[in-house]
């Protein structure tokens, strides 16, 4: 028996739905979010690879103005999109801004 990775993600629910209507697809969907997953660590802008201390949230509005829906920007690159560099108004009061090494100063 392989061994087993338990992991905890957030996947769309549209992409459990898709596992629901065809379960004998189940093994592609599972394949295909994996790739999802693999896409998503990196920066849509500069491709660098983003690391869990590079977790960041913004306010929605921000996001919805300088964002890229659900794909993940680095500091440098949601920084260069504002114009200036990112102030407390612009952070979710949440567990991962506080202990983040970059935003926990903003607090």
Same mark, same amino acid.
């Given at each position: 028996?392989?061994?087993?990775?338990?992991?905890?993600?957030?996947?769309?629910?549209?992409?459990?739905?898709?596992?629901?209507?065809?379960?004998?697809? !189940?093994?592609?969907?599972? *394949?295909?979010?994996?790739?999802?997953?693999?896409?998503?660590?990196?920066? %849509? *802008?500069? +491709?660098?690879?983003?690391?869990?201390?590079?977790?960041?949230?913004?306010?929605?509005?921000?996001?919805? %103005?300088?964002?890229?829906? !659900?794909?993940?920007?680095?500091?440098?690159?949601?920084?260069?999109?504002?114009?200036?560099?990112?102030? +407390?108004?612009?952070?979710?009061?949440? +567990? !991962?801004?506080?202990?983040?090494?970059?935003? +926990?100063?903003?607090?």
């Amino acid at each position: 028996m392989k061994d087993v990775k338990t992991i905890r993600i957030k996947v769309p629910l549209e992409q459990l739905r898709l596992v629901e209507q065809f379960p004998d697809k !189940s093994e592609f969907y599972v *394949q295909a979010m994996y790739k999802y997953l693999e896409l998503l660590q990196f920066c %849509q *802008q500069c +491709k660098k690879k983003i690391g869990k201390t590079d977790d960041y949230m913004l306010k929605d509005e921000i996001w919805q %103005q300088y964002g890229v829906g !659900s794909g993940l920007l680095c500091f440098h690159c949601i920084e260069n999109r504002i114009g200036r560099g990112l102030i +407390k108004d612009d952070l979710l009061d949440v +567990k !991962s801004n506080r202990i983040n090494p970059y935003t +926990k100063n903003l607090f």
